[in-house]
């Protein structure tokens, strides 16, 4: 079993001041921007564990 591995790939900051209920939550820019860090990491890894133990590690 593959233990598992926390990344850090982004920094958001609110200031406090501007912080309301419909200031909570991302932007589209921001959500995207995540997501296109966490599928670099997930291809990555998968890629890697790919080249290591052949197809039958991508799951």
Known sequence: ???PKSS???NLERLYRDLEPAKIGLSLDEGKHVLHEMQK???T???GRF???GASAIV
Do not use: N
């Open 8 to 10: 850090r790939f982004s």
């Open 51 to 53: 080249v290591r133990y």
């Open 41 to 43: 990491i997930v291809v």
């Open 45 to 47: 890894a998968q890629a």
């Open 1 to 3: 079993m593959v233990k």
